[in-house]
């Protein structure tokens, strides 16, 4: 009798359990949405009753949506998830963003989860014809698809965003933030669309993203401290890439950066560290690039330290960026240029504590892999394709 009362217990606190889960799920459709309509107000009120409550949900399920620039605010109650099922669809003319840089933005949010296998479409064709930035110095900047703004103890899991009209996911002053099995996907030529742009930010994992795009895959700004990424597939892209640094005053220090089990495949540059010339002082140290494969790609190997894309800068003075306790290890495939490694270091702040391991590096053209180095002298150990500093400057 007493296992049957326990039975009946149990199945009620179940049941009661349940109801509350319910009573925490916060479908956008109850707010009105509907498919193929803007949820923008919907959404705005389903995160505003969520965030209200510990433990909510907002669902938006399967299906096309429209939606203007939101900014999903906290802190909230309690942990609070952002279950996109469906896709979303941001408007395509720059205007209506009235000069806003993000599309989506989370905002000051501790536990939150981002999940669902949805879609964040940037709809960025329109944008990407009128980004000027290659000949402006001081271009405007296009809304990102996806902003998290001082964010916690956070997941973001199994999402897709494309053809954002900037940046795809942006961080800033994040913290403890995990990010796994995320796509980004936008054509080669979609300039500025670098996929994972993390700055001022420490304690970032990213695992297991697929990300092709116009621009770096994965770029580390100032101020980023204790990142590990894992088993990372990028291409198309300019690389992974920490910087660039040294462009403005009062930049932040960077370090504790690994970047494991990477594939690279077609990407106009691998695993780079880049600093403009002329630069304040700054630091980047304690960077580690290993067991990654190179398929195709131009600059397999690269620090970068006088790093002035279309000329738009002064190289009469050296980068005053320190770079130091830098590791190449286990570093593989096919280099599309001749020059497979290019440790380009400042005359000013020469690089120290650099270390190249492992490397085998093809050359896919006519003749041998060449490496070359610039005021750096790394440790060399194990195999060397190319031989390690067959020029020397």
């Not at 309509?37 to 510990?54: R, S, V």
């Not at 479409?121 to 290659?134: E, I």
């Not at 973001?156 to 965003?161: G, K, L, P, R, Y």
């Not at 494991?260 to 960077?287: E, F, H, Q």
Request: aromatic content about 6%; some cysteine; hydrophobic content about 35%.
């Amino acid at each position: 009798m007493m296992g049957k009362n326990f039975s009946i217990a149990t199945v009620s606190l179940l049941l009661l359990l349940a109801s509350t889960n319910a009573e925490n799920v916060f479908d956008v459709k109850s707010y009105g949405a509907q498919p193929n309509g803007d949820i923008t107000q919907a959404l705005t009120q389903a995160w505003k009753a969520a965030c209200a409550i510990a433990g909510s949900k907002v669902v938006i399920s399967t299906g096309s949506y429209k939606l203007g620039l939101v900014t999903l605010l906290g802190p909230c109650k309690g942990a609070i998830e952002f279950n996109l099922q469906g896709t979303l669809q941001a408007p395509s003319d720059v205007e209506s963003f009235k000069g806003k840089d993000g599309w989506v933005v989370f905002e000051n949010i501790d536990s939150l989860t981002v999940s669902g296998g949805g879609v964040f479409d940037g709809k960025g064709q329109m944008a990407w014809q009128k980004n000027n930035c290659a000949k402006n110095y001081n271009c405007d900047i296009l809304p990102m698809n996806i902003r998290f703004n001082f964010i916690t103890n956070s997941i973001v899991q199994d999402i897709t965003s494309k053809d954002s009209k900037f940046f795809h996911i942006n961080l800033l002053e994040c913290k403890n933030l995990q990010f796994q099995h995320v796509t980004v996907t936008a054509p080669a030529d979609s300039p500025n669309t670098d996929g994972i742009h993390i700055g001022r930010s420490s304690q970032i994992n990213i695992t297991n993203a697929n990300i092709g795009t116009g621009d770096d895959c994965i770029s580390i700004g100032d101020g980023t401290q204790d990142i590990t990424i894992k088993q990372v597939t990028c291409g198309p892209g300019h690389g992974i890439s920490v910087g660039s640094l040294g462009r403005y005053q009062n930049e932040q220090p960077v370090s504790g950066i690994r970047i494991i089990g990477a594939n690279l495949s077609n990407t106009d540059n691998g695993v780079r560290i880049k600093t403009w010339p002329a630069s304040p002082a700054g630091t980047a140290s304690d960077m580690h690039f290993e067991s990654i494969t190179m398929n195709n790609v131009a600059n397999p190997i690269l620090i970068d330290q006088n790093y002035c894309p279309n000329n738009q800068c002064s190289n009469e003075s050296p980068s005053k960026v320190k770079i130091s306790n830098v590791s190449f290890k286990d570093i593989k495939g096919t280099s599309s240029t001749q020059e497979a490694v290019k440790l380009i270091c400042s005359k000013s702040v020469p690089c120290q504590q650099v270390v190249v391991a492992d490397i085998d590096l093809t050359y896919k053209g006519d003749g041998s892999a060449t490496s070359t180095c610039v005021n750096v002298q790394p440790t060399v150990s194990g195999k060397q394709n190319p031989p390690a500093c067959t020029k020397k400057i």
